[in-house]
């Protein structure tokens, strides 16, 4: 009796019906992602590409010497940029002006 109770746990159909419940059960599960946040290493210019160049409302923004910040609301999803001071890692291939910001 034990032995078939084995054989029934680690056959690939009972694998492949665990898999597939667990596979409907994340189907059914809905996202839901409300703020999202990255560094810059000019406030200035993400300003005014968010601001100027698409037209997104700010939420506030802030450019002083020891921090800098702005952030935006887009349809419940909040943006928020952040400055860091010090050089921050790109890959150039990314990067469509290999600047890094």
Not at 31 to 50: A, H, K, M, P, T
Not at 54 to 82: A, H
Request: charge should be negative.
């Amino acid at each position: 009796m034990i032995r078939k109770l084995l054989r029934l746990l680690t056959s690939r159909e009972t694998f492949a019906k665990i898999g597939e419940e667990r596979l409907k059960h994340f189907q059914k599960r809905k996202v839901n992602l409300r703020f999202v946040y990255s560094f810059c290493s000019d406030i200035g210019e993400v300003r005014r590409f968010y601001t100027d160049l698409l037209g997104m409302t700010e939420l506030g923004f802030m450019d002083e010497e020891q921090f800098g910040w702005v952030g935006y609301d887009s349809e419940g999803v909040q943006f928020m940029f952040f400055r860091w001071d010090e050089e921050l890692p790109s890959r150039e291939d990314w990067d469509w002006k290999g600047a890094g910001t």
